[in-house]
């Protein structure tokens, strides 16, 4: 959702994955063609199983600022310190006038620094919370500007049969699981905004102001600080703003960046979740909040399983954003997401995580889409834990051409559309 002032988008950015497969420019009338590239595989031999992946970006479309640029950006990297094992997912998406910049910085940055923790394969959730905070750090001294920009980050690491979810922000982290005839979506973050009770406390305890631009313009009362939930309220949620002045106005309570935004509270201390995978998991997706503004966890997990080939899920899912962005705005946010299939995982999983400190089992939040009028349903099992905190090799380690019978590529709503919902104010 990202700043009160919107975002910058435009071309795509240089992906780590250079050299593994082409992405082509769409302009905002252009339609949404597949990219021609192969699925990617990699391998888990420690329990032999593999991960076949796809990932998709798409510029967001701005009438009023046709060539800003992609402000999402995404990171794969596999073999970790050259280790078969470990594999590293995660899209960033930048807000503000300089949150390209900052996406494509922590991007570059994040991986490497989590590559630098000696703690990395014997304490992964330490790891990450190190990395996450010198990340965000060398933001600040980098010379990049980002006293009103940054970035969200969501981001997968696997390590054998287990992974590890770190999250700052508003992206998310899903994963589906096989139910009997059904395929139910899980949560594997929590979005971190002010409708989360624990959030707005600790933001409110920090000196922030919590308000809805309706409250700041003073609209509605400022005095009633309910916002209900996500679903009613997406279209004007609480933000945060500074005492006595009408910015940041930030929709997340966590971000990489957004040094004015830390002075009330916004930290990049990340959220991680330890996942145990089983031999139900079918794949998890990554994906910024352009998919899941009007997409629950459950469409999206449902429009993946309805294709055997995750470019083609891929395609769907951008090109079902897309429209839903403009049946209900005159403009998208960018999109970018990442479908990992988990291929010939045969055991059940153990329940307990080796080498770890214990940690509570907590119950999966019910997740709608943000800004959707309807409701959708998701399994209520306590299948994550959460841990709250106060050299590797590219894409082509593995690359797989697999023959699969692919269903038609999705495409963006036509010109013509596009004009119509402008006119109609949609």
């Known amino acids: 959702m990202g700043c009160a002032h919107g975002k910058c988008c435009g071309r795509y950015p240089k992906s ?33 199983f593999r991960l076949e992946y796809s990932v998709l970006t798409q510029r967001g479309y701005y009438p009023d600022s046709p060539d800003k640029e992609n402000q999402d950006s995404f990171c794969i990297k596999t073999q970790l310190r050259g280790n078969a094992n470990v594999h590293f997912f995660g899209v960033f998406d930048g807000h503000g006038q300089f949150g390209t910049q900052c996406a494509n910085f922590v991007r570059d940055r994040l991986v490497e620094a989590l590559l630098e923790e000696p703690s990395l394969l014997d304490d992964p959730v330490k790891a990450y919370n190190s990395a996450f905070l010198r990340t965000n750090q060398e933001l600040h001294e980098s010379g990049i500007d980002d006293s009103m920009s940054g970035t969200t980050a969501i981001t997968v690491l696997v390590v054998e049969d287990k992974i590890f979810v770190a999250n700052v922000g508003d992206s998310r982290a899903v994963i589906a699981v096989q139910a009997g005839d059904k395929v ?9 905004t002010p409708f989360r009770r624990d959030e707005y406390e600790r933001v409110k305890a920090c000196g922030a102001r919590v308000l809805s631009v309706d409250q700041v313009e003073g609209l509605k009362d400022p005095d ?30 966590r971000s990489i960046g957004d040094s004015i935004a830390e002075k009330i509270g916004v930290v990049a201390d990340p959220e991680v979740s330890v996942f145990q995978l089983r031999s139900d998991h079918l794949f998890f997706v990554v994906a910024s909040d352009g998919v899941f503004e009007f997409l629950s966890s459950q469409a999206v ?35 970018t997401i990442i479908i990992a299939h988990i291929k010939d995982l045969s055991h059940a999983g153990a329940d307990s995580i080796d080498g770890m400190s214990r940690v509570s089992v907590k119950p999966t939040i019910l997740r709608a889409a943000k800004g959707s009028k309807g409701s959708s349903v998701t399994s209520g099992s ?6 709250r905190s106060s050299d ?7 690359q797989c051409s697999i023959s699969m019978n692919r269903s038609p590529a999705i495409v963006v709503p036509s010109p013509t559309h596009h004009q119509t919902l402008q006119m109609d104010g949609g």
């Open 224 to 253: 009633i600080q309910s916002w209900g939930d996500e679903e009613s309220q997406g279209n004007d949620p609480p933000r945060l703003w500074v005492q006595n002045g009408m910015y940041p106005g930030t929709a997340f309570t």
């Open 382 to 387: 306590e299948i994550f834990r959460s841990i």
């Open 184 to 192: 139910l979506a899980e949560d594997l973050s929590c979005d971190q």
């Open 392 to 398: 590797g090799s590219d894409l082509h380690s593995c």
């Open 16 to 48: 780590s994955n250079e050299g593994s497969g082409e992405f082509h420019e769409v302009g905002p009338f252009g339609k949404h063609v597949l990219t021609e590239r192969s699925i990617e595989c990699v391998p888990v031999p420690s329990h032999n």
């Open 301 to 335: 997990v449902n429009m993946v399983a309805s294709y055997s080939d995750p470019r083609d899920a891929c395609a769907a899912i951008a090109g079902e954003s897309y429209k839903l962005w403009l049946e209900n705005e005159n403009r998208t946010d960018d999109i």
